[in-house]
T-cell receptor
Framework: KAGVTQTPRYLIKTRGQQVTLSCSPI?????VSWYQQTPGQGLQFLFEYFSETQRNKGNFPGRFSGRQFSNSRSEMNVSTLELGDSALYLC???????????FGDGTRLSIL | AQKVTQAQTEISVVEKEDVTLDCVYE???????LFWYKQPPSGELVFLIRRNSFDEQNEISGRYSWNFQKSTSSFNFTITASQVVDSAVYFC???????????FGKGTKLTVNP
């Protein structure tokens, strides 16, 4: 069974640009969550989607947005990139409820 | 508010030593779930174990064991006879019932030296 797939693995952008990250969940998983990991703040929850609806959102500015498609694939978008957005962005999928989340390898975003 | 504290920032042991990673959590919910994840240098988070708030039964799985105590709000993780391949950052995480949001601790970096 294929795991969670995130693309691209690495991205380099400059301040002010925007970026879109993609996540394909494990087959059958309808819940997709996104997390940001930085050395200073650790792992922080961005948002969670289930059946194309955002159910939970973390404490991030509106520049961070996401969506989920009917096949459960998800994208997150960051607009007007700032230096502080440099991080590892992790996507996780689950069957929801009490089931564990399974993570992808992440997209490492560097802002110059 | 929910909070997870991993007081140990870094631990270094010699191969074959036992090592315990501490995790203390805070929540006002009666239904919640606790997890341990491992993050090797490659970056992906690997799920290790889940416990719900109603199941205090501790478990041993191979070289891994877990000690969940609601009375002290602790969910500790022990590796017996550590190996070099166990070197990674270990995260404890908390999820309240009805939400998919995971609240992570800061992680404990474990280095197992040959």
């Amino acid at each position: 069974k294929a795991g969670v797939t995130q693309t691209p693995r690495y991205l380099i952008k400059t301040r002010g640009q925007q970026v879109t990250l993609s996540c394909s969940p494990i087959s059958g998983h309808r819940s997709v969550s996104w997390y940001q990991q930085t050395p200073g703040q650790g792992l922080q929850f961005l948002f969670e989607y289930f059946s194309e609806t955002q159910r939970n959102k973390g404490n991030f500015p509106g520049r961070f947005s996401g969506r989920q498609f009917s096949n459960s694939r998800s994208e997150m978008n960051v607009s007007t990139l700032e230096l502080g957005d440099s991080a590892l962005y992790l996507c996780a999928s689950s069957l929801a409820g009490h089931q564990p989340q399974h993570f992808g390898d992440g997209t490492r975003l560097s802002i110059l | 508010a929910q909070k997870v504290t991993q007081a140990q920032t870094e631990i270094s042991v010699v191969e074959k030593e036992d090592v315990t990673l501490d995790c203390v959590y805070e929540t006002r919910d009666t239904t919640y779930y606790l997890f341990w994840y491992k993050q090797p240098p490659s970056g992906e988070l690997v799920f290790l174990i889940r416990r719900n708030s109603f199941d205090e039964q501790n478990e041993i799985s191979g070289r891994y064991s877990w000690n969940f105590q609601k009375s002290t709000s602790s969910f500790n993780f022990t590796i017996t006879a550590s190996q070099v391949v166990d070197s990674a950052v270990y995260f404890c995480a908390l999820k309240q019932g009805g939400s998919e949001k995971l609240v992570f601790g800061k992680g404990t970096k474990l280095t197992v030296n040959p």
